[in-house]
């Protein structure tokens, strides 16, 4: 894509949301809600006289946790679904999406643009197959659009130019283009103007002039609340995490009173236990949903107490990858993996609707020993490619 200031060429990864311009210099955040529309360059030359039709399709990127009698289950998904009602077109991009350079859908691009009839609704119910036991995090929603053409009423796809059906296409091409378009904003402090410091795929931006943290959200910047752990001043890498009070209508687990009989933690519940809230924490960078459980698990387990933010300076914060919603999401699967009744309580998560009472985010700090990033004083230890693999999920 191109620079919003400048016009440069900028080449961006489908997780980053900050676009940094090499030749001017400027930081500019990209919205894409609802969600991003990407289309792909016919890769061969079409005969003039043939109008390519660019055809949607919706692409779910994410990990998929369902609950099960005795643990939630995972998996990750990476898949595309038609996003319109024809049999002669293929019902899925195959490998496409993930193989294939996107570039976002604008105005002025040669041939004509489908819209989708199939909602962004519709296919995350389609995706969860109708079961309330499936939950869905980190996902990335996002429309892509693959080239076709018609030559006699035969369709071809075109990207090979293979014939895609023999039967007559219904597709027509109404000719009008797509009433879609990128948000630009530059990347400042909305309180003082300095600018923001942050990776480019990061949703939570930092100020360190006057120490506050932003996070992208529906087109703009929130500001948040931040707690450190720890002595955050020495680690090497700060791991951001969700941390969510949260009001249940059925479950009882919102004192650690309750908590430690609901996991079973070896601990004398004493009286000011009673009064404790409990805090949920589930990670806000994407990694594999093994390790996405287990960490979750064990911090809101030791259920830590926030220390004062020193200086930020050195502190090199991890991206935040997960926004805020899917954070909220993933309580479920991480309050499954901690209690002990699982069969009981996986009756009462269907039934149960949460209601988040507060949130901010949390940076708890590791240090590199090796292969691996340790948390001494919780007892945490993850593998690096982990973490590095993660930021591509
Ligand atoms: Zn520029
Ligand atoms: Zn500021």
Redesign the pocket.
């Known amino acids: 894509m191109q620079?919003p200031?400048?016009g440069?060429p900028v080449v961006l990864e489908e997780t980053e949301c900050i676009i940094q311009?090499r030749?001017?210099k400027?930081c500019n955040i990209i919205h894409t809600q609802p969600y991003p529309c990407y289309y792909i360059e016919p890769r061969l030359k079409i005969p003039a006289k043939l109008q390519i039709t660019y055809v949607p399709y919706w692409r779910f990127k994410g990990i998929e946790f369902s609950l099960g009698k005795k643990w939630p289950g995972f998996k990750v998904i990476d898949q595309s679904y038609l996003a319109v009602d024809d049999k002669s077109l293929p019902v899925s991009m195959g490998l496409r999406s993930q193989t294939q350079k996107l570039k976002f859908v604008r105005k002025g691009i040669e041939g004509s643009f489908l819209p989708p009839a199939v909602s962004r609704k519709d296919i995350l119910k389609q995706i969860a197959g109708g079961s309330e036991k499936k939950i869905h995090i980190g996902e990335i929603l996002s429309l892509i659009f693959m080239p076709f053409y018609q030559d006699k009423g035969i369709c071809y796809d075109g990207l090979s130019g293979k014939v895609t059906s023999t039967e007559v296409s219904g597709f027509i091409s109404n000719g009008k283009s797509l009433p879609y378009h990128l948000e630009f904003t530059p990347s400042l402090c909305p309180d003082c103007g300095w600018d923001l410091e942050g990776e480019t795929d990061s949703l939570v931006l930092c100020c360190k002039n006057c120490l506050c943290f932003w996070l992208i959200h529906q087109k703009t910047l929130k500001k948040i609340k931040v707690k450190c752990y720890g002595t955050p001043e020495d680690a090497e890498m700060l791991l951001p995490f969700w941390r969510f009070e949260i009001e249940f209508q059925i479950l009882n687990c919102s004192t650690y009173a309750q908590l430690i009989k609901m996991a079973n933690i070896p601990k004398v519940v004493r009286e000011e236990h009673r009064k404790q809230p409990v805090y949920f924490f589930t990670p806000a960078f994407k990694i594999n949903p093994k390790l996405f459980l287990r960490i979750g698990r064990q911090i809101t387990l030791a259920q830590i107490v926030p220390t004062r933010i020193g200086a930020l300076s050195k502190c090199r914060f991890h991206p935040v990858g997960l926004q805020l919603e899917e954070g909220f999401q993933a309580v479920v699967p991480i309050v499954m993996d901690l209690c002990t009744n699982k069969e009981e309580t996986v009756k009462i998560l269907i039934k149960e609707r949460l209601k988040l009472t507060s949130f901010s985010l949390a940076y708890i700090p590791f240090r590199s020993s090796g292969s691996e990033y340790i948390q001494d004083s919780l007892g945490i230890s993850l593998p690096k490619n982990s973490i590095k693999f993660g930021r591509q999920l």
């Open positions: 620079c200031q400048c440069a311009c030749f001017c400027t």
